[in-house]
C-alpha cells in the first residue's frame, strides 16, 4: 500500500515534470518553427493546417507513415544491370579511358544532385529527406573519394529507407555500405596489416564521440572488422574470410573472438552512443548549445525503445526547449535548406534541379562531396565573406524581377561540362577551349537559375490576412522570418519589393 | 563578441594603455603585418623532380625515361640541380639571391588524396587530426592584425578559403575587386544582435562592408599583367594589395598541377605561368614600393611521385619544392634533395622541410608573432628572412 502511494506520488511527479506545453495547441508561429526546422520553406497553406494542434499530435502526424523510397524516379542508369564499370584496365588503363570514365561519373554524380534537389522539393515528407541528408553527414561518404555514382546512390537509398527508421539497423547497415568500404579503406583492412581508419571513425564519429574509446580500443576493433571488403564486379560487400583476423580481441573491456558486428553490438549497448546521437540531433533541430540534462532524457528514451528513431524525433519535437522562445530563429540554414526552402516557399519548380544543387555547392554544401570524414560543420562555419555573398547574389538573382527569364527546357540543360559543344573560337580570347567551355558551363548554370519563375503579386494572393500594405508586409515576414527582422523598411506598396527586402535581411539566413 | 572586437573596444576605454590584464589580446610588441604573405598554392600537387631537376643523378633519369627534363635543357642552378626551362624568367630573382628554394617540403605520414592532404596543409594539422580552422585563422586569432586593416586576408579566384578558413577571421574571397565591389553592397550591416547566429552574420557582412570600403580596382599599373585566368588573379591580387588600409595575406591558385597524363607540355604551360605571374608580382610591388616588404611563398598538397606513370603523367606523391622570394629573401638552398635511391615502399621520398616550418618563418620571423600556439607545437623557423 504505502509503496503504490509513493509510487502514485513519483508517478504525479513526473506528470508535473512532463513538458507543461506538449498538449497546448500550435499557433501559426509554433507551427511555422515546426515545418521549418523539419522540412524545407513550409508554405501559408502548410502552416495553417498545423495550427491549432496539439505538440503531440503535430508531431505524430510528421512522423507516421513516412515513406521509405523517393518519389522521383532515380536516373536511368542507377537501375542498370551487370558489372560496375571502372576505368579498363585498372591502373593499366590509358589517359582517355581514365578521363572518360572521369566524365562519365561526374556526369552521374550531377545527375544525383539534381535527383534529390528534386525529391527534397516534391516530397510528401520533407523530414524524411532531411534525415536522410542528416544521416549523409553522419555516416559520410564522398563521391571525391568513392567515385563511383552508383555506389553513392545505393548508400542514398540506404540511409533514405532507414532514416526514420533504427539507429542500430542502419549503423549495420552503413558498416557494410559499399561506400563506406571504400571511402573509410575497408577493403583495405587485413590480418596482418590492419587498416584502422573505419574503427577510429566509427568510435569517433559514428557511435561514442571523442573521450570515450582509447587508442587500444580502435586498434583492437579493426582487427574486428579485418575482411570485410566489397566484390569489384557487382558493387556489393563480400566478407573475405582468408584476411579477417579470428583471434581474440579486447574492446572497451570485453573480451572475445569478435567479429565486426560483435563489435557494433558492443558500441550500441554504450549509453554513449545515445548520448552522442542525441546531441548531434539536438543541434540539427532545437539548437547550436544542447541542454545535458535534456540530452540525458531523451537519449534514455532513444535506448528504451531499442535506438528506433521516431522515438527520439518524437521526443525532441515534443520538448520544451523545442519551442522555447530562446531557441527560435537560433539555428543557421545550410545551403540545401535556403536553396531548396527558397524554391519551395515561393513555389519555384525549375527545368532543371542540378543548376540549384550546384548553388547549394557554391555556398559550401556539395550533396554527395562532404568536406571530410567529419562531414559539414554546419552552424556558423557556414557563413563566411565568400558564401554570405554567394547566398545573397542567389537571393538577388532570383528575386530581380517578376517572371525573370524562360523556362528553360529539362533537357536543355548541360549536366557537365563535357556535355557543352566545343566552340570554334572560344569567346573572351580564353586560353584553351577547356577554360572557355568550363565558362559556358556556368553560364549555362547561372541561365538555370533564371529559368525560374516567380510571380509575386500571385504569391501574395495566396497569403491569408489584410491586402494593404502595412498587413501585406506584416503577413510575408511572420510567414518568411523565424524572428522579427533586423532592417527596418517603409511597407512598400511593390509585391516584389517586400519580397526582396525580406529574403535579403540577415535573419532570413536563419531558421 | 570575439577576440578582434574585444580588442577593439576595449581600445576604444582610455583604460587599454594602462591594463596589464588586456594585454594578451593585442598583437604582441613587434607584430609586423605590414610586412605582406603572399601565398601561391599550386593546385592539384606540382611535380617538384621536374620543377628542381637533379639532372646529375642518373636515378632521375631511370625513374623519368619519358619525362625526364634533357640536361641541356635545365636552367642549372648547382651542380646537381636547377630549374625546368619554363622557370628561366625566374632567373634574376635567384641571382640577386631573392629567390630561397625550399628541397623537399612535407609532413609524417603523408596523405595521398587531394582532399585530405591540402586540409592537412590548411589546418597545420598532423597527418591524422581534423582541425577546422585554418593555420593562419588561429594565428590571427592569438595576434590580431591592426583593426583599421581592410581584411586579414584576402583570398583571391577561389571560394574556399584554405587557411583562412573558419571562425573569427577577416577573411575575403574575391575573383575580381571590381564584381566583389559590385556584390558587396548586397552586403548591408545592421546592428548588433544578442542572438548568436544573427550576430556572427552581421559581423560577416561588416567583414565585407570594410574591405570593400578599403578595397579599389582601379590602381593605374604601369606593369603589363599576363593573359589568361592566372594572370588576372595577380592582377587582383595586385589591385587588393594597393589599397592604403592594410592586408596581411593574399592568396592566389593556380590550378591544374594534377598530372596524371601528357605532363610535360601541361607543366611547361603551368610553370611558364607561374613564373610570369611571379614577375608581373614583383614588378607591380616595386610600383608600390613593397616588394621589400613582401614575401612569396609557394605550396601545394603534395608532389608527385619520382616514377612515371604509363600515360606520360605521373601520380600522387609527398614532399615536392617550394619556392620563397621577396626583398628580404636570403636566396639559396633550404632542405635536401629528395632521395631518389632510397624511397619508401610506394615509391615517395622523405621529407626534408616540414610544412609547418615554413609557416613558423611566416609567423615567428615575418610577422614577429609567435608559432607554437597556431601551429600546435614548436617548428623551427628556416633562416630564410633578412632583417
Not at chain 1, 430 to 453: T, Y
Not at chain 2, 162 to 170: E, I, N, V
Not at chain 2, 194 to 202: E, M, T
Request: charged share 20%; net charge neutral.
Amino acid at each position: 500500500m504505502r509503496i503504490s502511494i509513493a509510487l502514485a506520488a513519483l508517478l504525479s511527479l513526473a506528470a508535473v515534470a512532463q513538458p507543461a506545453r506538449a498538449s497546448a495547441p500550435l499557433s501559426y508561429d509554433d507551427a511555422r518553427h515546426l515545418l521549418n526546422r523539419t522540412g524545407f520553406g513550409a508554405t501559408d497553406a502548410d502552416i495553417r493546417s498545423y495550427v491549432g494542434m496539439t505538440h503531440e499530435d503535430a508531431a505524430r502526424r510528421l512522423l507516421d507513415g513516412t515513406p521509405t523510397r523517393a518519389n522521383t524516379p532515380p536516373p536511368d542508369w542507377t537501375s542498370a544491370s551487370g558489372p560496375l564499370r571502372y576505368p579498363q584496365g585498372g591502373e593499366k588503363a590509358s589517359a582517355e579511358e581514365r578521363k572518360a570514365f572521369q566524365q562519365e561519373q561526374l556526369r552521374k554524380g550531377l545527375e544525383l544532385r539534381g535527383w534529390w534537389v528534386e525529391e527534397m522539393l516534391v516530397t510528401p515528407s520533407p523530414l524524411t529527406e532531411r534525415m536522410t541528408l542528416f544521416w549523409h553527414n553522419h555516416f559520410v561518404s564522398s563521391q571525391q573519394k568513392v567515385r563511383l555514382a552508383e555506389l553513392m546512390y545505393r548508400q542514398n537509398v540506404t540511409l533514405r529507407a532507414n532514416a526514420l527508421g533504427n539507429f542500430s539497423t542502419l549503423l549495420y547497415a552503413m558498416a557494410r555500405d559499399p561506400a563506406m568500404v571504400i571511402y573509410l579503406d575497408s577493403a583495405q583492412n587485413r590480418k596482418g596489416t590492419p587498416n584502422e581508419n573505419f574503427a577510429r571513425e566509427l568510435m569517433e564519429l559514428f557511435t561514442l564521440g571523442e573521450g570515450h574509446y582509447t587508442e587500444q580500443d580502435v586498434k583492437e576493433a579493426a582487427r574486428a572488422f579485418t575482411g570485410w571488403s566489397i566484390d569489384r564486379a557487382s558493387g556489393n560487400f563480400t566478407f573475405r574470410p582468408f584476411i579477417h583476423d579470428y583471434g581474440v580481441k579486447t574492446v572497451l573491456g570485453k573480451t572475445g573472438n569478435f567479429d565486426g558486428d560483435q563489435v557494433l553490438e558492443i558500441l550500441i549497448s554504450r549509453p554513449e552512443t545515445a548520448e552522442f546521437v542525441t546531441r548531434k540531433l539536438w543541434r540539427e533541430f532545437v539548437s547550436p548549445d544542447p541542454q545535458e540534462r535534456e540530452v540525458k532524457r531523451i537519449a534514455a528514451r532513444f535506448r528504451e525503445a531499442h535506438y528506433d528513431i521516431k522515438s527520439v524525433l518524437y521526443a525532441i519535437l515534443t520538448s520544451d526547449a523545442f519551442y522555447s522562445t530562446e531557441n527560435r530563429g537560433v539555428l543557421l540554414k545550410s545551403p540545401v535548406d535556403l536553396v531548396v526552402g527558397t524554391m519551395h516557399q515561393f513555389d519555384m519548380r525549375p527545368g532543371a534541379p542540378v543548376p540549384f544543387a550546384f548553388a547549394a555547392a557554391g555556398m559550401g554544401q556539395n550533396l554527395f562531396s562532404p568536406p571530410n570524414v567529419k562531414g559539414w560543420p554546419g552552424g556558423e562555419a557556414w557563413i563566411n565573406a565568400s558564401t554570405l555573398l554567394a547566398r545573397k547574389q542567389f537571393l538577388d538573382r532570383l528575386f530581380r524581377a517578376d517572371d525573370a527569364g524562360t523556362r528553360m527546357q529539362a533537357d536543355a540543360m548541360p549536366t557537365t561540362i563535357a556535355a557543352i559543344p566545343k566552340a570554334v573560337t572560344a569567346p573572351n580570347g580564353a586560353q584553351d577551349d577547356e577554360k572557355a567551355r568550363q565558362l559556358r558551363f556556368m553560364r549555362a548554370m547561372e541561365r538555370g537559375l533564371a529559368s525560374v519563375q516567380f510571380d509575386s503579386s500571385a504569391w501574395f494572393a495566396h497569403l491569408d490576412g489584410p491586402d494593404d500594405a502595412a498587413g501585406r508586409s506584416a503577413r510575408a515576414s511572420r510567414l518568411l522570418l523565424a524572428i522579427a527582422p533586423q532592417t527596418a523598411h517603409e511597407p512598400s506598396d511593390v509585391p516584389l519589393t517586400i519580397v526582396r527586402q525580406l529574403v535579403l535581411d540577415p535573419v532570413y539566413q536563419l531558421k | 563578441m570575439n577576440r578582434r572586437e574585444f580588442v577593439k573596444l576595449s581600445c576604444t576605454a582610455p583604460l587599454c594603455a594602462i591594463t596589464p590584464s588586456l594585454a594578451w589580446a593585442v598583437a604582441p610588441a613587434g607584430a609586423e603585418y605590414r610586412h605582406l604573405l603572399v601565398l601561391i598554392e599550386l593546385k592539384g600537387g606540382n611535380d617538384g623532380l621536374n620543377t628542381l631537376v637533379p639532372y646529375a643523378d642518373p636515378n632521375y633519369y631511370a625513374l623519368r625515361p619519358k619525362l625526364a627534363v634533357p640536361r641541356d635543357q635545365v636552367v642549372q642552378l648547382s651542380d646537381g640541380v636547377g630549374l625546368h626551362p619554363a622557370l628561366a624568367p625566374l632567373l634574376p630573382f635567384w641571382t640577386r639571391r631573392e629567390l630561397a628554394i625550399l628541397q623537399g617540403v612535407g609532413y609524417p605520414q603523408p596523405n595521398l588524396s587531394h582532399f585530405r592532404s591540402i586540409e592537412i596543409w590548411d589546418t597545420a594539422s598532423k597527418s591524422e587530426e581534423y582541425l577546422q580552422d585554418g593555420w593562419l585563422t588561429r594565428s590571427f586569432a592569438a595576434a590580431p592584425t591592426p583593426p583599421e586593416f581592410a581584411a586579414d586576408g584576402v583570398i583571391v579566384g577561389s571560394p574556399d578559403l584554405g587557411p583562412l578558413a573558419g571562425g573569427g577571421t577577416r577573411a575575403i574571397a574575391l575573383t575580381n575587386t571590381e564584381q566583389f565591389l559590385r556584390q558587396a553592397r548586397l552586403a548591408v550591416p545592421e546592428g548588433q544582435s544578442h542572438n548568436k547566429a544573427l550576430q556572427h552574420i552581421l559581423k560577416v557582412e561588416a567583414d565585407i562592408v570594410q574591405a570593400a570600403s578599403q578595397l579599389n580596382a582601379n590602381y593605374a599599373f604601369t606593369t603589363e599583367f599576363p593573359q589568361g585566368p592566372f594572370g588576372n588573379a595577380i592582377k587582383s591580387a595586385c589591385q587588393v594589395i594597393a589599397n592604403k588600409a592594410g592586408v596581411a595575406v593574399v592568396r592566389v591558385t593556380l590550378s591544374g598541377f594534377d598530372t596524371h597524363s601528357g605532363q610535360l607540355a601541361t607543366q611547361a604551360r603551368l610553370l611558364g605561368e607561374l613564373a610570369a605571374g611571379i614577375v608581373a608580382l614583383r614588378s607591380a610591388l616595386d610600383e608600390l614600393s613593397k616588394w621589400k616588404d613582401t614575401l612569396v611563398v609557394t605550396y601545394a598538397e603534395f608532389g608527385r611521385r619520382p616514377k612515371e606513370n604509363l600515360s606520360n603523367g605521373t601520380d600522387h606523391g609527398t614532399a615536392s619544392v617550394h619556392f620563397a622570394l621577396g626583398g628580404r629573401v636570403t636566396g639559396g638552398f633550404y632542405g635536401e634533395q629528395p632521395a631518389l635511391d632510397r624511397l619508401s615502399g610506394d615509391g615517395n621520398p622523405a621529407y626534408a622541410i616540414d610544412f609547418r616550418s615554413v609557416y613558423a618563418t611566416v609567423l615567428d620571423s615575418w610577422w614577429g608573432v609567435s608559432s607554437t600556439g597556431p601551429l600546435g607545437g614548436r617548428f623551427k623557423p628556416l633562416p630564410l628572412l633578412r632583417a
